[in-house]
């Protein structure tokens, strides 16, 4: 099935989960402060569910629709109160372009960038595209990035886009067959990166063994990246220099005994005006001060992949395994 930008394929409105995983009063208090991001008595609320594994949530600019990938089902959806949920790209992110050892995934992270143009990172075409519209209901896109130093990229899985207009993404090999030991694996690092307006392309660090989510601080002096590594489940904060490039990282918060009893990886996260994180980790998504203090979980009973706000951030949007979800903020 095929959808234009003006015809939206309507889908049947999911059934809602009779006994969700999540606890209904899904909000874990650690510290009194996490009261001032959430509230002890907020409930999640399940918009969608029945997908392979939902990723990549962002806000619309103007609508405030929310568009998420099923990054195995290489779709894109759409979902808003009126309509619910569309499937909006098919496909998202594995157009055929490198289909040796592939696992032809679809896109993973979105943004919009400056100029209110999506922007994918798509697993299976292993590049960073911009979305052009449809020709005939077939998505357009336009290579951003597909290679460093003249060898394919892995699998771009998350991006930022910086006020300079720089694009900052993480290259894990989560798209090829075999991982780190794919024959089509190209890169010798697992990198993070930028590619700047000019379309030239820098490897920012290589320390981190599967860079995943990355989020700017409000004054973009830190750059926080996930490792989503069950053996070093962390998240590592980098200076960001005048001239775009990277300080070394240093640790900023270790998950990874948490993983011996809660599903989930750090993997997506956003950052709030105040500078608290909204990170997806082991359990659901964790609060966490810029300082490293760990106020509270909201649990998501399921490994909870990326998060995206509200234009308002009145409202924390939540990919969680099979399901698109929803929780209040505190103004």
């Given amino acids: 099935m ?42 999640l609320e399940q918009l969608a569910e029945g997908f392979r594994w939902a990723e990549g949530p962002v806000a619309e600019p ?5 568009l998420f990938s099923d ?28 289909p040796q050892n592939n696992l032809q995934q679809g896109a993973n992270g979105l943004i919009f960038n400056s100029d209110n143009k999506l922007v994918l990172a798509q697993h299976g075409d ?45 290259d894990p090999p989560y798209g090829l067959k075999g991982g780190d030991n794919s024959t089509e694996k190209q890169q010798g690092v697992n990198g993070v990166y ?25 004054d973009e002096q830190w750059l926080y990246v996930a490792n989503s590594d069950s053996a070093a489940a962390q998240w590592w904060r980098y ?19 948490a993983t011996q009893t809660a599903s989930g990886l750090p993997d997506g996260l956003k950052v709030l005006p105040s500078g608290i994180l909204l990170a997806t980790g082991p359990g659901g998504v964790w609060v966490l001060t810029p300082q490293g203090e760990h106020l509270g979980t909201i649990q998501t009973g399921v490994a909870a992949a990326n998060v995206a706000l509200s234009s308002d951030n009145s409202w924390l949007y939540i990919t969680a395994s099979s399901y698109l979800l929803r929780i209040k903020l505190r103004p």
């Fill in 62 to 66: 103007g609508s405030g629709d929310i």
């Fill in 126 to 170: 292993r590049r960073l595209a911009l979305f052009n519209g449809f020709d005939n209901g077939v998505p357009q896109y336009q290579t951003l990035v597909t290679k460093f130093n003249g060898k394919l990229l892995n699998s771009p899985n998350d991006l930022v886009q910086h006020s300079s207009g720089a694009y900052y993404f993480t």
């Fill in 71 to 98: 990054v195995p089902e290489n779709k894109v959806y759409r979902w808003n109160k009126a309509q619910g949920l569309t499937l909006y790209l098919q496909p998202s992110g594995y157009s055929g372009l490198y």
């Fill in 2 to 43: 095929r959808c234009s930008a003006f015809i939206l394929c309507l889908l049947a409105a999911p059934a809602l989960a009779a006994n969700p995983p999540w606890p209904a009063q899904p909000v874990l208090m650690l510290k009194p402060d996490m009261q001032q991001v959430v509230a002890a008595d907020a409930t």
């Fill in 239 to 257: 200076a960001v220099n005048e001239d775009g490039s990277l300080g070394k990282g240093g640790l900023f918060f270790d998950a990874t005994a």
């Fill in 194 to 218: 930028r590619l700047t307006a000019d379309g030239s392309i820098t490897l920012l660090a290589d320390n981190l063994t599967r860079p995943n989510g990355l989020a700017f601080s409000p």
